[in-house]
């Protein structure tokens, strides 16, 4: 039997590549919004058989917390569990790092996101309210619902 194994890696983006927006859109709205924190953060990308195809861009927040401002996965590679390889390789990078919590945020309705980051250990830490509707001059809709706050959930690194 013929088994094609497919090579995946997630490795760190270096900087003068060209940042593949195409993915970091899928996560924010606008090219402009991602600009504000795009160029000062850590991004790593997936990689399956030379391709990029996953994505998080961490930034860093204060002496003890990085943040995931953006992560994505290709349309055509959604739900095969590379979002939460990425997740885990965020959360074991801060963690060896000394980081005390990992943080993320996303809309209030971004259901499957929600569900994801909670099963990966995120609790809920705080509500951005009207964030999206001050930040952004489209009014966003997603699941039927209007984008207004943003729900900010953390992971404490330093508890199991
Ligand atoms: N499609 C499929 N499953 C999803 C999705 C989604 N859009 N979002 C969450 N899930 C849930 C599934 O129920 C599944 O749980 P299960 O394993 O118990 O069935 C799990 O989360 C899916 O896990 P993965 O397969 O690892 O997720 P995936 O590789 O699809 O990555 C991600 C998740 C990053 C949310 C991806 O779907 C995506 O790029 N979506 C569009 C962009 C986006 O919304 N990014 C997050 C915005 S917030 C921010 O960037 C900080």
Not at 49 to 55: L, R
Not at 88 to 111: C, D, E, P, Q, V
Not at 119 to 141: A, H, P, S, W
Request: glycine share 6%.
């Amino acid at each position: 039997m013929n088994v094609i194994q497919k090579k995946d890696k997630i490795k760190l983006f270096k900087e003068g590549q060209e940042l593949p927006y195409h993915l970091l859109l899928l996560a924010d709205e606008t090219i402009e919004a991602i600009d504000k924190y795009i160029h000062q953060s850590e991004i790593y990308i997936y990689e399956r058989d030379g391709e990029t195809v996953g994505i998080y861009a961490c930034q860093l927040m204060d002496g003890e917390s990085l943040e995931i401002k953006n992560i994505a996965v290709s349309e055509d590679c959604q739900g095969e569990g590379i979002g939460q390889k990425l997740l885990t390789h965020a959360i074991s990078n801060a963690t060896k790092r000394g980081f005390k919590f990992l943080l993320i945020g996303t809309s209030n309705a971004a259901f499957r996101q929600l569900y994801l980051y909670q099963k990966m250990g995120f609790r809920f830490y705080k509500v951005l309210t009207d964030f999206f509707t001050k930040n952004y001059q489209q009014e966003i809709i997603e699941n039927g619902l209007v984008l207004n706050d943003m729900l900010l959930l953390r992971k404490n690194l330093l508890s199991k």
